[in-house]
């Protein structure tokens, strides 16, 4: 007799990676948020997000690292993640520079954060760029259209000004929120459009 298969019961799993670019607010916001949700978060930081961590931020990777459930070094091309066997979700790049845009683009995966991006886009994932780069070349703008020909999302975080944000908190959060959506992953971050009037009143 043929028994159904048991449904997993494993709670979600996605892969965080924090780049080199202005922004590092993001990433942290996202595994706040995703630890709270209680999401498995597996997390890479690249080389150039330290720096960026040091000068534009009062945390450090110790803080990300304490708040992710697992952190890999980018170095670290056999780590879990770097298999398309170990099963995510997904992946989000919070923020995402164009270097790691370009790599991601055309294959170049000698870091784990690149090579963690391929599988996901090779297993048919969610990859989710929160892209932070302006104004934007061609070069740019190439390596976006093939991003998004393979699958993954670019996903500037660009403020909602209609759910009238009062606080660069605000904004963070309402984009973090509007990433989660894409997961299906409601934080309750996001301010929900329900029309003009709605808004009005």
């Not at 019961?9 to 709270?36: C, F, H, N, T």
């Not at 931020?57 to 066997?85: M, Q, Y």
Request: with cysteine; net charge neutral; charged share 20%.
């Amino acid at each position: 007799m043929n028994r159904p298969r048991p449904v997993p019961q494993d709670r979600p799993r996605i892969v965080v990676g924090i780049s080199g670019a202005s922004g590092a607010v993001y990433g942290k916001r996202m595994l706040e948020i995703l630890r709270e949700m209680e999401v498995e978060t597996h997390l890479v930081i690249s080389n150039a997000a330290r720096i960026t961590i040091a000068s534009e931020t009062d945390f450090t990777p110790a803080d990300l690292e304490r708040i992710a459930t697992v952190t890999h070094s980018n170095k670290d091309i056999g780590a879990s993640c770097a298999s398309g066997s170990f099963r995510t979700v997904g992946m989000i790049v919070a923020p995402c520079s164009v270097k790691t845009l370009s790599e991601i683009a055309t294959g170049m995966t000698s870091s784990l954060l690149a090579r963690a991006a391929d599988v996901t886009l090779k297993e048919r994932r969610r990859l989710v760029l929160m892209l932070r780069e302006t104004p934007l070349h061609l070069g740019h703008i190439r390596s976006m259209a093939a991003v998004t020909e393979m699958g993954g999302i670019v996903y500037p975080p660009v403020p909602a000004f209609y759910a009238r944000p009062a606080t660069i908190q605000d904004m963070v959060d309402h984009s973090v929120g509007r990433v989660l959506d894409l997961f299906d992953l409601n934080s309750g971050l996001s301010h929900r459009w329900q029309g003009l009037q709605a808004q009005a009143d």
